[in-house]
């Protein structure tokens, strides 16, 4: 059996570690998020967390030490945008945001869609910002993700890109209300909608060949 490298390990293992400090800092009453922008310290929480995330994955808690060069490298990354700011973010591909009352899972459903916005990366910090409070405020979608600094093989040019998605494509008059709040957001230049089944077939657009399902 093949081996994971020990850069693949660090990157799934820091991954499932934002999950872990997104949800302890929620039980606290805070998004991870807030915490960074308001310039907080809570680094009693992070090593909490860190040493819940320890005692169930410990091999991938010492993947991630080595690969940052500890806990109090990683806290300050974090602290410095690691996970949170578009262009701070170098351990994985895409932050997301899932709506307050999104049940787990309902993002990788087959009946989900998304938006995609494409932002130059000097707006992106932005435009993520504005995306992902309208989100949690629940005005947009179920979820948000966006694409972040770490470099991506399969990104197709320089811009990143927000999704922004829906319960489910069928249901055309949501589809289309997120896609009037995005407008009103200023987003008013013509949007695709994917869904998740084109993803998961690794359907791209490419010349001759749309996979957008919706356009407006």
């Known amino acids: 059996m093949e081996e994971t490298s020990p ?25 991870l998020f ?6 907080a310290d809570f680094q009693a929480e992070f090593q909490e967390v860190f040493r819940e ?27 410095e945008g690691e996970g949170v700011v578009p262009t701070h973010t170098t351990l994985m ?16 459903d087959e009946n989900a869609g998304k938006w995609l916005i494409f932002v130059d990366r000097d707006k992106v910090d932005e435009a993520w910002c504005i995306i992902r409070d309208e989100t949690i405020a629940g005005r947009l979608g179920i979820s948000a993700k966006v694409s972040t600094a770490k470099p991506n093989p399969d990104s197709r040019d320089d811009r990143k890109v927000i999704f922004v998605y829906t319960r489910d494509w069928r249901d055309e008059e949501d ?28 359907e791209y657009s490419k010349k001759g060949k749309r996979v957008t399902y919706y356009s407006a």
């Open 175 to 202: 589809v289309m209300r997120v896609r009037e709040q995005l407008r009103a957001l200023g987003y008013e230049e013509r949007l695709g909608y994917k869904r998740n089944i084109e993803t998961y077939r690794g």
């Open 34 to 39: 807030e915490l960074v922008e308001q310039g």
């Open 7 to 31: 850069e693949i390990q660090a990157d799934v293992a820091y991954g499932i570690f934002e999950i872990f400090l997104n949800k302890g800092l929620k039980k606290g009453g805070s998004y």
């Open 93 to 108: 591909y895409y932050i997301i945001q899932d709506a307050p009352d999104v049940e787990k899972g309902q993002v990788d």
């Open 53 to 79: 995330f320890e005692r169930e994955y410990p091999q991938l808690a010492q993947a991630l030490r080595e690969r940052v060069g500890g806990e109090e490298v990683l806290y300050r990354m974090i602290r």
